[in-house]
């Protein structure tokens, strides 16, 4: 989920949809609207060598 609200924010998508096989012949769907929630306060990790 982390990885989707990201891209959205990154490339400026409004609406997200993120599937996951529960097995069994199960499954949800989560739709995300950003707009909805403050996303622009997301920030992204920063990463340095040897961490």
Sequence with gaps: MTTLVHHMRDNGIRYGLQTMCEGGGMA????????????????????????
């Design 28 to 51: 949800n769907a989560t739709i995300l609207d950003p707009q909805s929630t403050d996303v622009s306060r997301i920030r992204r990790p920063s990463h340095t060598a040897g961490s």
